[in-house]
């Protein structure tokens, strides 16, 4: 098999271990803002990369990964190139913000064109801000090739590629032709954590930047997400408490609570 071009998206989000109380909820202006949490790769998006990394181990491979926004972290994202990828390309511009998936799909699929040859296209299963997993199925129709979703296994084999996909009673094994692109979900496996020496020699490697221009877009008819109300939801929890003289006495007063709720 001939080299295999792999391209990985991956998107920059706000820490999603980071506590609640860190986000502020702004309803005037619709906005949720992070405070003292940092950026990182999208938890399935790093499942994506360590797929793409795989095969590597395998195939003669060559990685590139792609992250759009407005404004990127480049020692965020210069991990990729710390455990593996072997090119970082992020599309950077001010236009950038507030993009729906469409958008966001068009904005990559434009990008990945730009790139030239490539034979398979990986994202995650969704994002851990927005989680509308529509990016990746974007991306292949804006490029006119198949999209398989929730893959928790992908290998190569006789120029095709094979693929277990996540169904609720089990998976399925889907074969399609290269190119293609597939979202991977959790199942698959962790990053790989990169080495010290491999960290450093990171920092020293190039990183492209293109702007909306340069990829060929025209910000003003990007679509964007426009949220009608953003609000933090009011929850009022009653307790009571179910008593009795003895252990025995308070569970069946407390089963007797429960049958005139109707909750058994």
Not at 2 to 19: F, R
Not at 127 to 155: H, M, Q, V, Y
Not at 238 to 258: D, M, R, S, W
Request: overall charge negative.
């Amino acid at each position: 098999m001939t080299e295999i071009n792999s391209v990985v998206c991956l998107k920059q989000v706000p820490d999603p271990e980071g506590p609640p109380s860190a986000f502020e909820i702004i309803p005037e202006e619709r906005k949720v803002i992070a405070r003292g949490i940092p950026p990182v790769i999208n938890p399935d998006d790093e499942n994506a990369l360590e797929a793409a990394l795989r095969l590597k181990d395998i195939h003669q491979s060559k990685i590139t990964v792609i992250s759009l926004g407005q404004i990127l972290s480049q020692a965020v994202l210069r991990k990729c190139l710390a455990v593996g990828a072997d090119e970082l390309v992020l599309l950077q511009d001010n236009a950038f913000e507030d993009l729906d998936s469409y958008s966001t799909a068009f904005i990559i699929s434009a990008a990945i064109k730009k790139l030239g040859r490539y034979d398979l296209i990986l994202t995650g299963r969704q994002s851990a801000d927005w989680g509308n997993a529509e990016t990746g199925c974007g991306i292949a129709e804006f490029l006119g090739i198949p999209c398989i979703t929730l893959a928790r296994k992908i290998e190569l084999a006789d120029g095709k590629l094979r693929v277990e996909r996540i169904v609720p009673d089990g998976y399925q094994v889907i074969e399609a032709p290269l190119p293609a692109v597939v979202t991977v979900t959790s199942a698959l496996g962790n990053l790989r954590t990169a080495t010290l020496p491999s960290i450093k020699a990171a920092r020293n490697k190039p990183v492209t930047i293109w702007d909306a221009e340069y990829v060929g877009v025209n910000p003003s008819e990007l679509r964007r997400t426009k949220l009608v109300r953003l609000f933090a939801p009011v929850r009022e929890v009653a307790c009571q408490l179910v008593e009795g003289e003895t252990p025995e006495e308070a569970g069946v007063n407390l089963a007797l609570k429960l049958r005139e709720a109707k909750i058994i």
